[in-house]
Nanobody, 118 residues
Framework: VQLVESGGGLVQPGGSLRLSCAAS????????MSWYRQAPGKERELVAE???????YYDDSVKGRFTISRDNADNTVYLQMNRLKPEDTAVYYC?????????????WGQGIQVTVSS
């Protein structure tokens, strides 16, 4: 399993960024995908999730501003981030997981920095 994020960077408050995560090494269309983030001094937190069937979940802090989507033909999951706030500053991680014998195994990308600052 390989997950490679791209699209991060520095943006002013109120701006937009789109993160991409290119996946390989597994049957992408069959797996749920997630975006997490980790700010300095804080725990990693779930931002958004999209199921293999397209169902989505968002943390309350990003609901209405972020949109998660997937392209099964390109094995890519996206996170469109609009109306960005300084508190969105964090390293963002792409994630998928599988469950074997009742145990969850997580796979992570290398992470990408998003900085929201004027």
């Amino acid at each position: 399993v390989q997950l490679v994020e791209s699209g991060g960077g520095l943006v002013q408050p109120g701006g937009s960024l789109r993160l991409s995560c290119a996946a390989s090494g597994f049957t992408f269309s069959s797996y749920d995908m997630s975006w997490y983030r980790q700010a300095p001094g804080k725990e990693r937190e779930l931002v958004a999730e999209i199921s293999s069937g397209g169902w989505t979940y968002y943390d309350d802090s990003v609901k209405g501003r972020f949109t998660i989507s997937r392209d099964n033909a390109d094995n890519t999951v996206y996170l469109q981030m609009n109306r960005l706030k300084p508190e969105d500053t964090a390293v963002y991680y792409c994630n998928t997981w599988l469950t074997l014998s009742g145990r969850r195994y997580d796979y992570w990308g290398q992470g990408i920095q998003v900085t929201v600052s004027s």
